[in-house]
T-cell receptor, first 111, second 115 residues
Framework: DAKTTQPPSMDCAEGRAANLPCNHS???????VYWYRQIHSQGPQYIIH???NNETNEMASLIITEDRKSSTLILPHATLRDTAVYYC????????????FGTGTRLTVIP | NAGVTQTPKFQVLKTGQSMTLQCAQD?????MSWYRQDPGMGLRLIHY???????DQGEVPNGYNVSRSTTEDFPLRLLSAAPSQTSVYFC??????????????FGNGTRLTVT
């Protein structure tokens, strides 16, 4: 599976948009980009995924560059409850649903 | 609908003891897996199962056994606990891996300390 690179930490002011980048320059054509987050001491939680088009759901938006080598997760109005570690993961279209987590980005939302 | 349930939440073992971490899901998910998470690190895959009667090794399988006799349950067995197995263990499940949009659902973890 392709590897991802994320900044280790970021801060964001409460109420502002949080933009979390992810580099996946070796992504294959059949690999999706997934985002999960892990709030302290809890199991990871699925946020969003995409292949090549921008995606939006009730939690976040995902912007994938045209060459698919990088993406950005956007939390439009960050709240204190969004403080968590965010993981960007790529996985193939088919095959076992095994996710390879890196160390992610620790987002701290500041009041 | 309880989702993914892990028991116990906390456990302390002595070196050499054995125990079973329980994981159950009520979503009729075919796929289940176990991860461990050490301090400051991401999750690493231990074992996984794509259906009842089928199991396979992940990234760090040594020292652990699994079985999948039912769709609902996927227990993780530590055969002879070692301090290096001190970690937080997470169980996860999803629909069949043949379905593309199948996010993983995680339990809340079992915190294991081996002294």
């Amino acid at each position: 599976d392709a590897k991802t690179t994320q900044p280790p930490s970021m801060d964001c002011a409460e109420g502002r948009a949080a933009n979390l980048p992810c580099n996946h320059s070796t992504i294959s054509g059949n690999e999706y980009v997934y985002w999960y987050r892990q709030i302290h001491s809890q199991g990871p939680q699925y946020i969003i995924h995409g292949l090549k088009n921008n995606e939006t759901n009730e939690m976040a938006s995902l912007i994938i560059t045209e060459d698919r080598k990088s993406s950005t997760l956007i939390l439009p109005h960050a709240t204190l409850r969004d403080t968590a570690v965010y993981y960007c993961i790529v996985r193939p279209l088919t095959g076992a649903n095994n996710l390879f987590f890196g160390t992610g980005t620790r987002l701290t939302v500041i009041p | 609908n309880a989702g993914v349930t892990q028991t116990p939440k906390f456990q302390v073992l002595k070196t050499g003891q054995s125990m079973t971490l329980q994981c159950a899901q009520d979503m009729n998910h075919e796929y289940m897996s176990w991860y461990r998470q050490d301090p400051g690190m991401g999750l690493r895959l231990i074992h996984y199962s794509v259906g009842a009667g089928i199991t396979d090794q992940g990234e760090v399988p040594n020292g652990y056994n699994v079985s999948r006799s039912t769709t609902e349950d996927f227990p993780l067995r530590l055969l002879s606990a070692a301090p290096s197995q001190t970690s937080v263990y997470f169980c996860a499940s999803s629909y069949s891996t043949d379905r593309v949009h199948s996010p993983l659902h995680f339990g809340n973890g079992t915190r294991l300390t081996v002294t």
